[in-house]
């Protein structure tokens, strides 16, 4: 069987473009994933991720790229990433089930000499506790002298134009020196700059600092927000006065609520690290609890809204612009959008969305209706909600013929008709 340079276990948001820049430059690529629709859609020339074009995935598979169900692929492979999802269960605690499925295929056909490199995102000592013992005991081999083992986060940003896996600094910690070097080595094959650690727990604190620092200053700006309004303070203003700060201070801006599978998962993993340490991680918890009220707090201010025409919740046709958890792609994960819309249903609303990246839109079993024409929808509806500025949305439209309008992302112009969060 031919040899292949990389592996990819686990091809999506951030397994894919791994195999994209690795294929671009030059390393013979496989892809392996549990879902067959995946591979499917692959091999048929069929792109399910935002980030990547069917053109880019026609050129990967020019390069020799091939997905597959078929794990034996890991035998001759020379390195292995795995690109799993961590997500949290229903007690809030991490779920690795699927780094622990991926780590027993990765024993069962361990060769010499192999790096193996977690990039998925986990608390810190993951690789040392969990994944070095499973990888030893199955296989017989031992780490930093049979074969490599490393940990490099991912820092993958969905949708975003300017910074992509190549030109975006990999953090790499190894659990020696030898592995952290030969993880830098393959790395630096495909990535502009490397960023060696001392070991693979700082690696792994380093992906769980960068979304924590991100989760407690939004916190910041979404409980200002509350109360600015009361104090009849524009607090959007004041935020842009204050960037012009050229240093000690970063923008950020409040919102409906966090999405997506970073902020509101990730800084969960490290409570959860610190809780076994006898003490709760009072920031990150309390910064939880703020973000999490944030759709509550946007359905209070459409009943204010509503409130002030003389009209109730209850029989009001109530219409969400954005359904995703961020601007210009089909992400749904953890989108404050369904809570804002599950406690909207409760109330009684006629509830409706437009959102051109999601053809199809759910709440608790019920098919939500999909506007297709921007301008219709915002002049019937009683009460628009702008929860995502998808850059296909005409906000002059949205701001002229509107008759009520929550702007939640402070991109429309205030007055009569428009209020921002």
Request: aromatic share 6%; charged share 25%; net charge negative.
């Given at each position: 069987?031919?040899?292949?340079?990389?592996?990819?276990?686990?091809?999506g948001?951030?397994?894919?473009?791994?195999v994209?820049?690795?294929?671009?430059?030059?390393?013979?690529?496989?892809?392996?994933?549990?879902?067959?629709?995946?591979?499917e859609?692959?091999?048929?020339?069929?792109?399910?991720?935002?980030?990547?074009?069917d053109?880019?995935?026609?050129?990967?598979?020019?390069?020799?790229?091939t997905?597959?169900?078929?794990?034996?692929?890991?035998?001759?492979?020379q390195?292995?990433?795995?690109?799993?999802?961590?997500?949290?269960?229903?007690d809030?605690?991490?779920?690795?089930?699927?780094?622990?499925?991926?780590?027993?295929?990765?024993?069962?056909?361990?060769?010499?000499?192999?790096?193996?490199?977690?990039?998925?995102?986990?608390?810190?000592?993951?690789?040392?506790?969990?994944?070095?013992p499973?990888?030893?005991?199955?296989?017989g081999?031992v780490?930093?002298?049979?074969?490599?083992?490393?940990?490099?986060?991912?820092?993958?940003?969905?949708?975003?134009?300017?910074?992509?896996?190549?030109?975006?600094?990999?953090?790499?910690?190894?659990?020696?020196?030898?592995?952290?070097?030969?993880?830098?080595?393959?790395?630096?094959?495909?990535?502009?700059?490397?960023?060696?650690?001392?070991g693979?727990?700082?690696?792994?604190?380093?992906?769980?600092l960068?979304?924590?620092?991100?989760?407690?200053?939004?916190?910041?700006?979404?409980?200002?927000?509350?109360?600015?309004?009361?104090?009849?303070?524009?607090?959007?203003?004041?935020?842009?006065?204050?960037?012009?700060?050229?240093?000690?201070?970063?923008?950020?801006?409040?919102?409906?609520?966090?999405?997506?599978?970073?902020?509101?998962?990730?800084?969960?993993?490290?409570?959860?690290?610190?809780?076994?340490?006898?003490?709760?991680?009072?920031?990150?918890?309390?910064?939880?609890?703020?973000?999490?009220?944030?759709p509550?707090?946007v359905?209070?201010?459409?009943?204010?809204?509503?409130?002030?025409?003389?009209?109730?919740?209850?029989?009001?046709?109530?219409?969400?612009?954005?359904?995703?958890?961020?601007?210009?792609?089909?992400?749904q994960?953890?989108?404050?959008?369904?809570?804002?819309?599950?406690?909207?249903?409760?109330?009684?609303?006629e509830?409706?969305?437009c959102?051109?990246?999601v053809p199809?839109?759910?709440?608790?079993?019920?098919?939500?209706?999909?506007?297709?024409?921007l301008?219709?929808?915002?002049?019937?509806?009683?009460?628009?909600v702008?929860?995502?500025?998808?850059?296909?949305?005409?906000?002059?439209?949205?701001?002229?013929?509107?008759?009520?309008?929550?702007?939640?992302?402070?991109?429309?112009?205030t007055?009569?008709?428009?209020?921002?969060?």
């Amino acid at each position: 069987m031919t040899p292949v340079d990389l592996t990819v276990i686990g091809l999506g948001y951030v397994g894919m473009p791994l195999v994209k820049e690795a294929a671009a430059g030059g390393l013979r690529v496989a892809g392996l994933d549990v879902d067959p629709r995946k591979v499917e859609a692959i091999s048929a020339g069929r792109s399910y991720i935002d980030d990547i074009t069917d053109a880019d995935l026609d050129a990967m598979l020019s390069s020799g790229f091939t997905a597959t169900l078929d794990p034996s692929v890991l035998a001759r492979s020379q390195t292995i990433v795995i690109c799993v999802p961590t997500p949290l269960d229903e007690d809030r605690r991490p779920d690795l089930s699927a780094v622990e499925g991926a780590i027993d295929a990765v024993a069962e056909r361990l060769q010499r000499g192999t790096l193996v490199v977690l990039e998925s995102t986990t608390w810190p000592g993951t690789t040392d506790q969990l994944v070095r013992p499973l990888l030893e005991r199955r296989s017989g081999l031992v780490a930093g002298r049979d074969f490599h083992l490393a940990y490099s986060p991912e820092r993958i940003d969905p949708g975003n134009l300017k910074y992509g896996l190549r030109n975006t600094p990999k953090v790499v910690g190894g659990h020696t020196i030898a592995c952290r070097d030969r993880a830098v080595a393959f790395y630096s094959r495909f990535v502009e700059r490397v960023v060696p650690v001392s070991g693979t727990r700082e690696a792994e604190m380093a992906k769980l600092l960068e979304n924590t620092y991100r989760h407690v200053n939004i916190a910041l700006v979404n409980e200002m927000a509350i109360f600015c309004d009361e104090l009849d303070v524009n607090l959007w203003e004041a935020i842009e006065a204050a960037s012009t700060k050229p240093f000690g201070f970063q923008k950020f801006l409040p919102g409906p609520g966090v999405g997506g599978h970073c902020i509101p998962v990730d800084p969960s993993y490290l409570s959860y690290t610190v809780r076994k340490l006898g003490y709760p991680f009072r920031f990150v918890e309390l910064a939880q609890e703020i973000n999490e009220r944030m759709p509550a707090y946007v359905v209070a201010r459409v009943q204010r809204l509503l409130n002030r025409e003389r009209k109730a919740v209850n029989g009001s046709r109530v219409l969400l612009l954005g359904v995703t958890y961020k601007p210009d792609i089909a992400d749904q994960r953890e989108t404050p959008a369904v809570p804002v819309a599950e406690a909207l249903l409760e109330l009684g609303a006629e509830l409706s969305y437009c959102d051109p990246h999601v053809p199809a839109w759910e709440i608790e079993g019920r098919t939500i209706p999909r506007a297709e024409d921007l301008a219709e929808a915002v002049e019937a509806a009683d009460v628009t909600v702008l929860l995502q500025q998808h850059s296909i949305f005409d906000l002059d439209v949205v701001e002229n013929r509107a008759r009520l309008v929550l702007d939640t992302r402070g991109v429309l112009a205030t007055g009569e008709r428009v209020e921002r969060l």
